[in-house]
């Protein structure tokens, strides 16, 4: 944490160089105007956004990320931004925002008159990008993950025959991730033998075919394994705080702790001890060296892990750890993550959190990856396509058709796209299609996807963005079934149920549409929108 001295520096600084009125303190309370909107905090809020000063709303960033990216971050449509470097609790009612942190001092001012002028502001302070982009790859083709289809079955043979069958429905290759259970055991970073043959020759094979292959990782470890004990001998293991055994087993005299997670119950690395953090990277150079393996997925590193009943070796906040966890993936450009905290402008690819095979889950993609970018994360993926829970997937009966082909067209045209469940395994022919188109359409877009991720990498900026970024003070802050990818591409899903015909709002220029029609804004247009049409619009210059 800086130093209060430090911190002052730093914001005389700020306002010299910006331009900008600051102010900080322990507590704050800001009196909002009627026609103020606020974006921020979680990405899972996204669909809550913009807030305002008249329907309430509260959240404690302390020890939680609700499962997805957390900043301690608030920016309006007024210029106005909060920021805290330590976790705070913040509230929206009565026409105020009340801002409060037991942790650091809150920082707040206002930079120009618009949500892109806070956002610049905040983006250069507070987390300013490094010029780096995770792997290309993952922006340029579709990416696809075994976790539908095998759950917990992960194995050599059907992971061949699903990559086979990538190439044969005619799906461009990309990325492929191997998720959870591929390995011996959690901390155990081995190729189970019983599930694998030859998985150095399998990850050869994969490359043949053109794709790059990760492998999904955590920071738990089995209890009671023969890596659990070293560690545990070693003292890289989170304790509990009762600090040792009651009886000193050999080799476990540091008691550690034991937390419960949707695996069960495990013991988990501490990251805070560089000792730690080297014999994790350790395994992963070799999975990297000995078997050819890309990247990473990590998976879990959430904040209320560490809330309770937990020592580190370094004393520090639960959110701290999701910070250490993250830190790993700068090592490996082909990398993504689910919960973060405090890691924008670096080079992580962030996906959104996991949602039902459920049409109430389809509205919040867009709104969630808007939310992503204005808190900095602009290397942003959402979901599995038609949902990443997996139970939903168990009885084909239940397979909603029509939501997976919208849900592939939703995020077709975002920095990523990701495929799980097989389409051409659960969808008809004709539907099947119509993802294929998707898949290619994002590869056809795929370059230009790139350069804007390099150009986020140099400025900062989102690559997705809502319409009140570039066009402020004209009515869109509510719009959040339409999105624009980078300045000048105008794109407009549908994400509800049945629908056959949407409104589109355009903004003022002059927009022609992938259909050949060309509209002159600013103006609402109802647009035909059947089941294979994904309308988007690119700005005439």
């Not at 911190?7 to 600051?22: D, I, N």
């Not at 120009?112 to 905040?122: D, H, I, N, T, V």
């Not at 999975?287 to 990247?295: A, F, S």
Request: proline share 6%; charged share 25%; aromatic share 12%.
């Amino acid at each position: 944490m800086l130093s209060f001295a430090k911190k002052s520096m730093r914001t005389f600084l700020a306002m010299v160089l910006f331009g900008s009125f600051v102010s900080t303190a322990i507590g704050l309370e800001l009196q909002l105007d009627s026609d103020e909107f606020w974006w921020g905090g979680l990405s899972v809020d996204g669909h809550h956004m913009p807030f305002t000063g008249d329907k309430p709303f509260s959240r404690n960033l302390y020890a939680k990320n609700y499962g997805n990216q957390a900043q301690p971050l608030l920016i309006s449509n007024k210029g106005r931004y909060v920021w805290c470097d330590q976790p705070m609790e913040y509230s929206f009612k009565d026409q105020k925002l009340v801002v409060n942190s037991e942790y650091a001092t809150i920082e707040s001012g206002k930079s120009g008159s618009s949500l892109k002028e806070a956002y610049a502001y905040a983006s250069k302070q507070f987390f300013p990008s490094d010029g780096k982009i995770p792997d290309a790859l993952l922006f340029t083709h579709p990416q696809y993950n075994t976790w539908i289809e095998l759950m917990y079955d992960q194995n050599e043979k059907d992971i061949l025959e699903y990559a086979q069958a990538i190439i044969d429905k005619g799906y461009p290759p990309g990325v492929l991730m191997i998720d959870d259970n591929w390995q011996e055991n959690y901390g155990v970073w081995e190729f189970s033998a019983k599930r694998f043959q030859d998985p150095k020759g399998m990850i050869k094979k994969l490359h043949a075919m053109g794709f790059k292959v990760m492998m999904w990782v955590c920071p738990f470890v089995t209890a009671d394994s023969a890596t659990y004990r070293k560690l545990a001998a070693e003292d890289l293991l989170l304790r509990d705080p009762g600090m040792k055994q009651n009886i000193l087993w050999a080799n476990t005299k540091n008691k550690p702790a034991i937390i419960r997670w949707w695996n069960g119950a495990s013991a988990c690395l501490d990251l805070s001890n560089p000792k730690s953090q080297a014999w994790f990277k350790g395994e992963l150079d070799r999975l990297v060296n000995e078997y050819g393996v890309d990247g990473f997925k990590f998976d879990a590193g959430d904040a209320n892990f560490y809330k309770t009943g937990v020592v580190s070796m370094k004393e520090c906040l639960p959110n701290d750890h999701t910070i250490f966890f993250s830190e790993l993936g700068l090592h490996y450009p082909l990398n993504e993550y689910r919960a973060s905290w405090k890691l924008a402008g670096r080079p992580l690819a962030q996906r959104l959190r996991d949602k039902g095979h459920r049409w109430s889950d389809v509205p919040v993609l867009i709104p969630g990856i808007i939310a992503q970018g204005l808190m900095g994360y602009a290397f942003t993926c959402p979901d599995m396509i038609g949902g990443g829970e997996y139970r939903s997937f168990l009885r084909a009966d239940t397979i909603d058709q029509e939501l997976v082909v919208r849900s592939a067209q939703c995020s077709a045209l975002m920095p990523m796209m990701q495929f799980s469940a097989a389409p051409w395994r659960v969808l008809s022919k004709e539907n099947a299609e119509i993802c294929r188109k998707m898949a290619q359409l994002h590869k056809d877009f795929g370059l230009e996807i790139l350069d804007l991720a390099k150009d986020s990498a140099k400025t900062g900026e989102p690559i997705v963005r809502s319409l009140e970024y570039h066009y402020p003070g004209q009515g869109y802050a509510h719009v959040n079934d339409q999105f624009l990818l980078g300045p000048d591409i105008m794109v407009a899903p549908v994400v509800t149920q049945g629908t056959r015909s949407r409104d589109v709002i355009f903004p003022a220029g002059t927009w022609q549409g992938e259909d050949g029609t060309v509209i002159k804004g600013p103006k609402k247009v109802n647009v035909s929108v059947p089941l294979e049409r994904l309308p988007y619009y690119r700005k005439k210059k």
